[in-house]
């Protein structure tokens, strides 16, 4: 794994051209708590958003859509079943789809539901550093439900290493936020504490991830 490099603001700024260019549609199976204001965010960067999360919908849309976010965040055997079909619908029409692991480690029915789907193939895998050491198998890395009991930094080598096994991206959200490839690594200085006092902002940065997937064809950017 190379050491850190910053993040390029030009990089940046190119792809949210992009995204303000082709307003790309991006099928969010998200949260309950945090739809409107994810939808929200997505129309301020230029995007759109749908919630389709029946599961009878979910996979004919998914084919449609520019990219998917899914997100574990408030899970139901319906919901399990819906992403299911979106997950395996977005592989066949090769569209970029995000895995936001919410509460992962701290709960074994979507621990091992979000074990399933990372390995199908996620473009990027986004969540905290407590979500992402308990994906990639880390001993005693169980969270408190969304928030982290670590910090990115602690969790960036299992990143990596789940970056390489799975043949994605990851990015691990913090204080500095870090993606990796599992060679590469960027890191994002651009966070705030008080993030951490409104809900949803890691759920609404899952989807305007998916966003970016649609316009950008590599991931780390």
């Given at each position: 794994?190379?050491?850190?490099?910053?993040?390029?603001p030009?990089?940046?700024?190119?792809?949210?051209?992009?995204?303000?260019?082709?307003?790309?549609?991006?099928?969010?199976?998200?949260?309950?708590?945090?739809?409107?204001?994810?939808?929200n965010?997505?129309?301020?960067v230029?995007?759109?958003?749908?919630?389709?999360e029946n599961?009878?919908?979910?996979?004919?849309?998914?084919?449609v859509?520019?990219?998917?976010?899914v997100?574990l965040?408030?899970?139901?055997?319906?919901?399990v079943?819906?992403?299911?079909g979106?997950?395996?619908?977005?592989g066949?029409?090769?569209?970029?789809w995000?895995?936001?692991?919410?509460?992962?480690?701290?709960l074994?029915?979507r621990?091992?539901?979000?074990?399933e789907?990372?390995a199908c193939?996620?473009?990027?895998?986004?969540?905290?550093?407590?979500?992402?050491?308990?994906?990639?198998g880390?001993?005693?890395?169980a969270g408190?439900?969304?928030?982290?009991?670590?910090?990115?930094?602690?969790?960036?080598?299992?990143a990596?290493?789940?970056?390489?096994?799975?043949r994605?991206?990851?990015?691990?959200?913090?204080?500095v936020d870090?993606?990796?490839?599992?060679?590469h690594?960027?890191?994002?200085?651009?966070?705030?504490?008080?993030?951490?006092?409104?809900?949803?902002v890691?759920?609404?940065?899952?989807?305007?991830?998916?966003a970016?997937?649609?316009?950008?064809s590599?991931?780390l950017?």
């Amino acid at each position: 794994m190379d050491p850190p490099q910053l993040a390029s603001p030009e990089d940046a700024i190119r792809v949210l051209d992009e995204l303000r260019r082709n307003g790309p549609l991006v099928h969010c199976m998200t949260n309950i708590v945090v739809a409107g204001f994810t939808a929200n965010v997505l129309l301020a960067v230029g995007a759109s958003a749908a919630m389709v999360e029946n599961s009878e919908e979910s996979a004919e849309f998914a084919e449609v859509a520019d990219a998917v976010l899914v997100n574990l965040g408030t899970l139901s055997p319906d919901r399990v079943v819906a992403m299911r079909g979106a997950v395996q619908a977005a592989g066949r029409a090769r569209t970029p789809w995000v895995l936001d692991p919410v509460a992962v480690g701290a709960l074994g029915y979507r621990t091992r539901f979000a074990a399933e789907l990372v390995a199908c193939g996620p473009a990027v895998v986004r969540g905290n550093a407590s979500e992402i050491l308990s994906l990639a198998g880390a001993a005693g890395s169980a969270g408190r439900g969304v928030d982290s009991s670590a910090t990115s930094a602690e969790a960036l080598e299992h990143a990596s290493e789940l970056a390489l096994r799975m043949r994605t991206t990851v990015a691990v959200s913090g204080a500095v936020d870090y993606l990796t490839d599992g060679t590469h690594v960027l890191e994002v200085r651009s966070g705030h504490e008080i993030m951490t006092r409104v809900t949803g902002v890691g759920c609404a940065l899952g989807a305007l991830v998916a966003a970016c997937c649609a316009v950008e064809s590599s991931p780390l950017v």
